[in-house]
């Protein structure tokens, strides 16, 4: 049985970045990243953006090059899916079979893209946005498609929309809430994309449950819930993901939805770690409460604190969270978690296609989603991170600068 000083399982963003920071903190035992897709480690977020779009090839998106992984004597095991892992005997069985040992384990694994649960979920045409080889099937199908039905208007939905929208693709978004965006943003700012996206021609409908999808040997319609069905050649299905858990869970770690981690990354387990998106833990921007964030930062600063726990340096996670979205030309970037808000301020004017939307919680800043105003969101991390108390008027009032509010 092969033995290292570090497994890392899953070999994206964070798992990469962990392998990465142990060396940047001079760790000098042996790595091993175990991931089950065929790729080196690569950028998640261009998939739904400029990948789709064909504006940046494979090549780009890598973490590293090859060469990098060799220069650091990190050990690559692409397209190895981790079963089981046993705490007891420090070690990990793939599905091929092989055990491979560790000192420490980091538990990398993201998650998978959440299936929908109907009739036709399964048939040629509905896809997922999580992994290249999901991006690639879309991309080998679109000559035939003219109609796209994209279910769940969550960011990777709206991405995709906006990006076959221009692709000259007649898309219907469809989502069963009230409004897009409703999990992770304010009303505000879930109108203004709304607007943006029936402005490119895109056809949002909102409050809609999906039934069914139909057709014989490929997909041919969504149908929704009054019978109705949306013509459709393809459909996205952007409905969130499954913590990919199940083995570690299997092995006892505490957790549920994602594996239960302290402020250093821990799980129950001893020296095994998790990070990313799996990793839920209890986040001092979120009132304390147990989340899972879903954000390359998140990723990146979990495996940072995960690789200086093992190197014995002090180490604690406390980020303020931030991500970013690209629809059409418009660079979406938040900051902070606006989960819990009880007042939205808009500043500036969306008319604009340039402002924010400041959320406040008992009177302090919590969190802003600006759209093209990178100045309000380089400002406004400050406010979050200070979490005072502001007036909601003077942070309504653009001419004001952010960085004038702040300590
Ligand atoms: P991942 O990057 O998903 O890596 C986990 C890896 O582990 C995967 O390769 C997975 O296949 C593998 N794996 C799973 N189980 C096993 C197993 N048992 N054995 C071996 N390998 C396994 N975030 C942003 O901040 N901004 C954005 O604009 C943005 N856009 C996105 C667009 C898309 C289309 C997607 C899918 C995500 C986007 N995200 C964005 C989210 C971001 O990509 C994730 O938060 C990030 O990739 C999380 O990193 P991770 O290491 O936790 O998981």
Redesign the pocket.
């Known amino acids: 049985m092969n033995r290292y000083d570090v497994l890392i ?7 990469a970045q962990a392998a990465i920071a142990l060396r940047q903190n001079r760790f000098e035992g042996s790595i091993v990243l ?4 065929p790729e080196l480690p690569y ?3 261009p ?3 400029e990948y789709l779009a064909g504006d940046k090839v494979f090549e780009r998106l890598l973490i590293r090059p090859a060469a990098f992984w060799e220069e650091r004597s990190v050990t690559m095991l692409t397209g ?4 089981a892992v046993d705490p007891a005997a420090r070690s990990v069985t793939t599905a091929d079979g092989a055990r491979i040992g560790y000192a420490a384990l980091i538990w ?6 959440r299936r929908i649960a109907c009739d036709g979920h399964d048939l040629t045409g509905v896809h997922t ?3 290249r080889a999901d991006v690639d099937a879309m991309i080998a199908e679109l000559p035939e498609v003219r109609d796209v039905a994209v279910i769940g208007g969550g ?2 939905g709206l ?1 995709a929309a906006a990006v076959l929208a221009k692709l000259d693709r007649k898309v219907t978004v469809l989502e069963a809430q009230d409004r897009v965006l409703a999990r992770v943003a304010g009303e505000p700012l879930s109108r203004f994309f709304e607007a943006e996206h029936r402005a490119h021609g895109v056809t949002i409908r909102t409050g809609v449950q999906v039934s069914g999808i139909e057709g014989d040997d490929r997909v041919s319609g969504v149908r929704l819930a009054d019978g109705e069905v949306v013509p459709a050649q393809m459909a996205i299905v952007g409905i969130g993901i499954e913590p ?1 858990v199940a ?1 570690l869970l299997a092995a006892g770690a505490s957790g549920g939805n994602g594996v239960l981690v302290d402020g250093q990354c821990r799980t129950s387990l001893p020296d095994i770690y998790a ?4 990793a839920l833990h209890a986040n001092a921007h979120a009132g304390d409460r147990m989340i899972r ?7 990146n600063d979990q495996a940072t604190v995960a690789a200086k726990t093992i190197c014995g340096l002090e180490a604690g996670y406390d980020a303020v969270p931030w ?4 629809q059409y030309d418009l660079k979406l970037q938040t900051v902070g978690i606006s989960a819990g808000y009880d007042t939205a301020v808009v500043r500036g004017d969306p008319a604009t296609r340039s402002f924010s939307v400041i959320y406040l919680a008992a009177g302090r800043v919590i969190a802003l989603d600006c759209v093209n105003a990178v100045k309000d969101y380089v400002q406004g991390r400050k406010l979050v991170a200070e979490g005072r108390a502001i007036d909601p008027a003077a942070l309504a009032d653009a001419s004001v600068p952010l960085k004038d509010l702040s300590a």
């Not at 399982?9 to 798992?15: E, F, I």
């Not at 991500?323 to 690209?326: A, D, G, K, L, M």
């Open positions: 399982v899953g070999a994206g963003h964070g798992g175990i991931g089950d897709e950028e998640r977020p998939l739904s953006k190895r899916t981790v079963v990398a694994a993201g998650g998978k893209a946005v999580r992994t960011y990777i991405e990919a083995p990070i990313g998106d799996c964030l879903e954000s390359v930062q998140n990723a991500f970013w979205s690209n």
